[in-house]
Nanobody
């Protein structure tokens, strides 16, 4: 059974940091890309970053570039999202998801919902001003 479990969310002041974790099981990690998505109240879910499990290629949307860092520990089947310089507009439920996406597609653009087939339950991130 495929499972993705996010952790690390919480309440932080603007300018602070959080590290989200996504623990994956039930599939061959190297064959998949892991994407981080977020959904703020009243807004559509958007992809913010992704990483290829095979070669570590990454992508960041402009809104998080330079502040967020995605990384993976393939031995632990875990992907991390280090979030620094957090802003109130980063407040959202953050989801990780897995999809069979090749590295060239990972770097080509933002993670897209329809490309990712397995999803975690989400973790709340709240940034206070």
């Amino acid at each position: 059974e495929v499972q993705l479990v996010e952790s690390g969310g919480g309440l932080v002041q603007a300018g602070g940091s959080l590290r989200l974790s996504c623990a994956a099981s039930g599939f061959t990690f190297d064959d998949y890309a892991i994407g981080w998505f977020r959904q703020a109240p009243g807004k559509e879910r958007e992809g913010v970053s992704s990483i290829s499990g095979s070669d570590g290629s990454t992508y960041y949307t402009d809104s998080v570039k330079g502040r967020f860092t995605i990384s993976s520990d393939n031995a632990k089947n875990t992907v991390y999202l280090q979030m620094n310089s957090l802003k109130p507009e980063d407040t959202a439920v953050y989801y990780c998801a897995a999809g069979g996406i090749p590295p060239l597609a990972v770097v080509a653009g933002p993670p897209l919902i329809y490309e990712y087939h397995y999803w975690g339950q989400g973790t709340q991130v709240t940034v206070s001003s």
